[in-house]
């Protein structure tokens, strides 16, 4: 197959990508230049765009997608490939309201999610997901007064909602809107390759395998500050290696609506609501060597599901259950 290269520091995507001295700047270039066998590499920097695969690879002719950390083929200084769903604003857009700590801006375009990147950058909650909106029925707005570090976008009006962790004006913070639901993401794709790169705050998860995909394989990546780590929906015999996801609103890897035969091997998973997660019939989990800490409630969890082997993983300090069965 063909190699592309992207490269953030002198790339140009007037050119054909091919080659490190005429590569592309836009990583979403790869969306559609990726056919089965080929391969990119792509150079470190700061990427606020969105992979969506959109070709099928083979058996033996995969798409494989390579974060150039160390510049080997870019010819960049060595440096983190990061890819990220969010957005820097102008914090003065968002005016107090009359009610205490809840401040709002005009949006133009759907906000999937709000984080502030002078903290830890854990994502806001949003309003709808909540056990005070869900289940108490309490309004959205209602729910941002009640809760530092939460938001709520009204699609209707266009208006974002947010309530800063301290209180204080959104202009004391650094704040990002997230508006990419993925970094790397495919539908019914099969044999993709992702490897070493670094995901933040997507509205839904740094790669995502979905519905129809299968043989994926994602390998040390990190992942943080989205709703899971890595998605894996309805997408069979997908392989997560190695890789390092943390402060994610529901889990670190998620295998979800029949997704047989996964497997989670020597990841390292922390601070999300669980750290490995199976739901859905998603039977016949593998999950070897990886290290489970401090999660908000368990280290893995298996709902709803059967036929797995757990062997050798490390869980310490996870909140309700370091294993849920």
Request: hydrophobic fraction near 35%; avoid cysteine.
């Amino acid at each position: 197959g063909a190699t592309y290269y992207v490269r953030q520091t002198v790339g140009d995507d007037t050119q054909d990508g091919q080659s490190a001295g005429s590569a592309w700047r836009s990583i979403a270039r790869l969306s559609t230049a990726m056919h089965a066998g080929d391969t990119a590499y792509v150079g470190p920097g700061l990427y606020r765009e969105q992979i969506t695969v959109l070709n099928d690879g083979q058996p033996g002719a995969r798409l494989v997608f390579v974060a150039d950390a160390t510049g080997q083929h870019t010819g960049d200084p060595p440096g983190v490939i990061m890819i990220t769903g969010a957005e820097p604003v102008d914090e003065t857009i968002f005016t107090p309201t009359s009610t205490p700590g809840v401040y709002r801006a005009d949006s133009p375009f759907p906000v999937l999610g709000v984080v502030e990147m002078d903290g830890s950058q854990r994502r806001y909650t949003r309003a709808r997901e909540t056990k005070a909106h869900l289940t108490d029925q309490l309004p959205e707005l209602d729910v941002v007064a009640k809760l530092p570090s939460s938001h709520f976008y009204d699609e209707a009006a266009r208006v974002t909602y947010l309530h800063t962790s301290d209180g204080q004006a959104p202009s004391t913070h650094e704040i990002e809107l997230i508006r990419r639901g993925a970094g790397i993401s495919m539908t019914a794709i099969h044999y993709v390759t992702v490897m070493g790169f670094t995901f933040r705050h997507t509205g839904d998860a740094g790669i995502v395998f979905f519905k129809g995909s299968s043989d994926g394989i994602a390998l040390d990546n990190t992942s943080y500050g989205s709703r899971q780590g890595i998605r894996v929906y309805g997408a069979p015999k997908t392989l997560i290696y190695r890789n390092t996801l943390f402060r994610n609103d529901n889990s670190g890897v998620y295998f979800a609506l029949q997704s047989t035969d996964g497997q989670a091997l020597a990841n390292t998973a922390y601070e999300n609501v669980k750290g490995v997660r199976w739901s859905s019939r998603s039977v016949n989990a593998l999950v070897i060597d990886n290290t489970l800490f401090d999660n908000l409630e368990a280290g893995i969890a298996l709902e709803d599901t059967d036929g797995g082997i757990l062997r050798r993983n490390s869980t310490v300090h996870n909140a309700k259950a370091q294993l849920l069965v």
